[in-house]
């Protein structure tokens, strides 16, 4: 296991001070690399990119599986209501992708859609133009997502003690206010599962892009997994590609670090619920 | 909890719309896939295909692309390479927890943080490493490599598990004279069985799914598996299949995952809950 999952991480580590082009021996070049990669425009907006998975991905599918769940909750037959949202789950991202891209390609099904209705954005090229491609790539990631944030909101709905509920309603509280302040507070386990997953998950972006448009066209719709790999495997500039893993795991490792670190001081702090 | 009538009422409403919209795409795909390249057209996009012309789609999948030998490579992927790591991954867990393995949590702990590492921080080595090995695009290079990464999460929840069975079950057995090998296989295997379809089932689907390591660790047919061959299919513009039949490839390939997922629904949000804690 050691030698399976250390080993490797150093030698990325020692690769990204070096230029190695995967044939031959590296050759130390000190921060180069790391230089070259801070100037590379491909990398600076795979940052963009990536921030906007992140941000995307908080929003969209949390926020969605949440509704979805709360909505979802409580009464006969609503598991068959949850079922639409499940069923993108049960695809793989590469499936998806093959979905959107034909559905948003040029002359697809929804500029076919618009026109019909006779609305506008017919002339969008959704998969063409940046930032637009990225942000319908994160909607597709979405509707694939929704599903599973909604399943595990449901069994973290399921968990929560009956006795506050009732206790609140029949203090008069309702709606929105008892949600807001019982069952949201109460949620947080689950919350912090979703919202963790959520933030690692858009950071480490790779399949549903890989499989629309490889990071194109010209480099425009790629992320940070995307650029590690173009840079690596296929313009076979292995320093710069480790560079860019390293930059894209200290972040990764960082993110979840903070989050997690925040979110148990924070239960350890306040048992009593409230924010 | 008894919600008035009327709020229930509007709940389903709006389920029921975001539902119909969720559904749009998956009526697209079902709807193009049953068509042929002649039949398909801008303006018939939204009209639904035929069973026969999917036939024929799905027949062309299996003659004329790479799909079904990827199909057979992924499925021995994502049947062993599971069952390897769960295996050992019960194996794992059960030393830390009952046999109090000096340092075990340590070890644990080491085997756990190497799964925090973003993949993309392996795979420059691993690809090196497995050119010189001879291990690079080979069913058992692909075993290997998959096993090992399904491991960490199957210690983490195995150990999980065990750390709830109660410790007099061990002492009772040892008393009865049993071996610990004995006492792993004959109760504490069984006793876990739940668990353990939990994590294989999770792990076959994340196997099945993989895109990354099978793009950069396989080459030939006869190795790599089905994600990649898709993404190949698609991109492959002029002479290669044609976009109904990638439509009809898209719904073959997920099949097997999709009908497992519906099938064991509630242990999937169970194991996706249990790696977090």
Redesign the interface.
């Known amino acids: 296991m050691l030698l399976v999952f250390y080993l490797p991480v150093l030698y990325t580590f020692y690769l990204s001070f070096t230029e190695y082009n995967g044939l031959g021996t590296p050759e130390f070049v000190g921060v180069d690399n790391f230089a070259a990669m801070f100037g590379d425009s491909a990398f600076l907006g795979a940052v963009r990119n990536t921030m906007i998975w992140v941000v995307g991905t908080l929003v969209l599918p949390v926020g969605l599986g949440l509704l979805v769940a709360v909505l979802a909750y409580g009464f006969r037959g609503s598991g068959w209501l949850r079922l639409p949202f499940l069923v993108p789950y049960a695809l793989s991202g590469v499936a998806v992708g093959v979905i959107w891209s034909f559905m948003l390609g040029s002359g697809g099904a929804l500029t076919q859609a618009l026109q019909f209705l006779n609305l506008p954005g017919t002339e969008l090229r959704w998969l063409q133009d940046s930032p637009l491609n990225t942000v319908v790539m994160v909607i597709a990631a979405a509707w694939q997502g929704v599903g599973v944030n909604a399943l595990l909101f449901t069994v973290g709905l399921q968990s929560i003690p009956k006795e506050p509920l009732e206790a609140a309603r029949i203090d008069g509280a309702t709606g929105w206010r008892l949600f807001s302040t019982i069952t949201w507070p109460l949620l947080r386990p689950s919350t912090t599962v979703v919202v963790g997953l959520s933030i690692v998950n858009g950071l480490k972006t790779f399949d549903v892009v890989q499989a629309m448009t490889q990071g194109g066209p010209a480099r425009s719709s790629e992320t940070l997994a995307l650029t590690m790999y173009r840079d690596t495997f296929v313009n076979s500039d292995y320093g710069l590609g480790s560079a860019v893993a390293i930059f894209l795991s200290v972040v990764t490792v960082g993110a979840s670090i903070i989050y997690l670190r925040r979110q148990l001081s924070l239960s350890s702090a306040s048992l009593g619920g409230g924010k | ?1 008894t ?1 008035s009538r009327t709020g ?1 009422i509007l ?2 409403t ?3 719309l ?3 919209i ?2 749009v ?2 009526y ?2 079902l709807a ?1 896939a049953g068509k042929t390249v002649g039949n398909y057209s ?2 018939t ?2 009209q639904p295909g035929s069973l026969t012309d999917l036939w024929d789609n799905l027949r062309q999948v299996a003659t004329g692309t790479d799909i079904p030998r990827a199909l057979a490579n992924t499925a021995v992927y994502s049947v062993v390479a599971p069952a390897i790591a769960v295996v050992l991954g019960a194996t794992v867990g059960f030393a830390v927890i009952v046999l109090k393995l000096r340092n075990g949590f340590l070890w644990f702990f ?2 756990y ?16 490493s497995y050119s010189r090995l001879g291990l690079y695009d080979s069913l058992t290079g692909m075993v290997l490599i998959y096993s ?1 990464v399904c ?1 960490p999460f199957s210690a983490f929840v195995m150990r999980n598990f065990f750390a709830g069975i109660a410790e007099s079950v061990f002492e009772a057995a040892v008393v009865d004279g049993a071996k610990t090998l004995r006492i792993f296989t004959t109760i504490y295997l069984p006793m876990s069985s739940s668990a353990l379809a939990v994590v294989f089932i999770l792990q076959a689907t994340w196997v ?2 993989d ?2 390591l099978g ?2 660790l396989t080459q030939s047919d006869t190795t790599r598996p089905v ?1 990649p061959v ?2 190949g299919l ?2 492959t513009e002029g002479g290669g299949a044609s ?1 109904t039949v ?2 009809a490839a ?2 073959l ?2 099949l097997p ?2 009908l497992l ?2 099938v064991s ?1 509630r242990y ?3 194991g ?2 249990l790696g ?1 804690y």
Do not use: E, H
């Open positions: 909890m919600p229930i709940r389903v709006v389920l029921a975001l539902g119909a969720w559904l795409p998956v697209l795909l193009n801008g303006s996009l939204w080491v085997i943080c190497g799964s925090v590492f973003p993949l993309q921080m392996l795979v420059i080595p691993l690809f090196d090992i491991l099945w799914n895109l990354l793009l950069i994600m898709l993404t698609q991109s976009y990638v439509l898209a719904i390939v997920s995952t999709a997922f519906l629904q999937f949000a169970k996706l809950a977090q």
